[in-house]
């Protein structure tokens, strides 16, 4: 994606508009599928049948879930799975993206969102990448008023993302 390099440029500043959760996560999807099939990983998208209105940034708020699915096609096997889940919360929304791929040492969890964290020893990595892209998701996410946050059993064990957002943002300027 030509506005990927948003994402890495640190430029934080939210151009609000009305948007919907669906909207987004289907330019998210438009993307990732090309790479997602080439490595033959399958992909599920589960959204509520009803729209969910989000006044937000929606192309931030793409490059976010274009960064965290490609980060999962990055870190799962071929023939591997990812599931992206959409939870209407009534006053927020809950966005699961779950692989089952290497995984995360639970003790490298709280470090992973930190600028230029990256799990693997950069002298044996085999994956590309400056180590920004979740440091950068994380301040976008809470720009929007969210949380982002990761869970894993460890190990090649998969690995879960979360995004919780606020349906209406605090007050702010636009």
Same mark, same amino acid.
């Given at each position: 994606m030509k506005n990927m390099n948003l994402l890495y440029t640190g430029k934080t500043d939210l151009v609000l508009s009305q948007s919907n959760i669906h909207e987004i996560i289907d330019i998210a999807k438009k993307e990732? +599928? !090309?790479t997602a099939d &080439?490595?033959?990983?399958? +992909?599920?998208?589960?959204?509520p @049948? @009803?729209?969910? !209105?989000?006044?937000?940034?929606?192309?931030?708020? /793409?490059?976010?879930?274009?960064?965290?699915? @490609?980060n999962a096609i990055k870190f799962t096997p071929s023939g591997g799975e990812i599931k992206l889940k959409?939870?209407?919360?009534k006053d927020n929304v809950l966005i699961s993206i779950q692989d089952n791929g290497? /995984?995360? !040492?639970? =003790?490298k969890l709280d470090k992973i969102f930190e600028d230029f964290y990256q799990v693997e020893n950069h002298l044996?990595?085999?994956s590309g990448g400056l180590g920004v892209g979740l440091s950068i998701a994380r301040k976008i996410v809470e720009l929007h008023g969210?949380?982002?946050? &990761? =869970? @894993?059993?460890?190990?090649?064990?998969g690995s879960v993302f979360y995004i919780r957002l606020p349906l209406s943002l605090p007050s702010q300027s636009d």
């Open positions: 990732i +599928t !090309p &080439a490595k033959n990983i399958k +992909t599920s998208f589960e959204l @049948s @009803s729209q969910i !209105p989000l006044r937000c940034d929606k192309i931030k708020l /793409g490059l976010v879930f274009v960064n965290l699915l @490609s959409v939870l209407d919360k290497r /995984g995360i !040492p639970p =003790e044996i990595r085999e969210g949380k982002i946050w &990761a =869970e @894993s059993e460890g190990v090649n064990l």
